[in-house]
C-alpha cells in the first residue's frame, strides 16, 4: 500500500513539474529612441492565461540582456519609473533589497527574473543569484514594469506577452 502511495505521489510530481515547463511566450528589444539597450524574453508555462501572469503561484523567468553597459544607478531609476508610485511597507522594503543587490553591467551580461512559488523571486545575474525576494506579491510589483498595467513600454509589454495574446485571442 505505501509502495503504491509513493509511485503515485512521485507520478503526480513529475506531471506537475512537467506542466510548469516554461516556455518563450514572448521576446522584445528595449531602445532608448535608436539606441538597443536590451533584448527580453518572457518565458511562462503554457497553460498560464493572461489574467494570471502576475499571480505569485505561476512560475516566470525575464531574462534582460544588455546591448551596452549601464550602471546600477540606470538600473534603479528605470525601475523607479515605472513602480507603482503607491507600495505597502513590505514591498518598500522588498524594492530595496533587490536594488541593492543590482550590480553594473557589460555588453553581453544578461540578468535573469526568476520567479518560483513558495520560493520568491530571484535576481540573478550571469547565473549568479544576487538576492531572493519571498515577500507576497513581489512578483506582480516588479514584473509589473515590464507586464503590469502601466509598464516602462506598452509596445514591450504587447511584445513580451504577445504569444500569449495571440493563444487568448484563438481559443
Known sequence: MKRSFLM?????FALTAQAQSLITIGEATA?????????????LPSSVQ???????QVPAQL???YARSLSVNNFVDGA?????????????????RLHAAYLPVNKNDCYLLEHTPELGTA????GQ???RINTPGFKAVYFGIWIGDE????????????????????S
Do not use: M
Open 80 to 96: 523607479n519609473h515605472a513602480l507603482p508610485d503607491q507600495l505597502t511597507a513590505e514591498h518598500q522594503q522588498a524594492v530595496a
Open 63 to 65: 531574462e534582460l540582456c
Open 151 to 170: 509598464p516602462l513600454s506598452d509596445k514591450l509589454k504587447s511584445q513580451l506577452l504577445g504569444h500569449l495574446t495571440a493563444q487568448g485571442e484563438t
Open 8 to 12: 503515485v505521489a512521485t507520478l503526480l
Open 129 to 131: 543569484e544576487l538576492v
Open 123 to 126: 535576481l540573478i545575474l550571469n
Open 31 to 43: 531602445r532608448w529612441g535608436f539606441i538597443k539597450l536590451y533584448d527580453a524574453k518572457l518565458k
Open 50 to 56: 493572461s489574467k494570471d501572469v502576475l499571480a505569485d
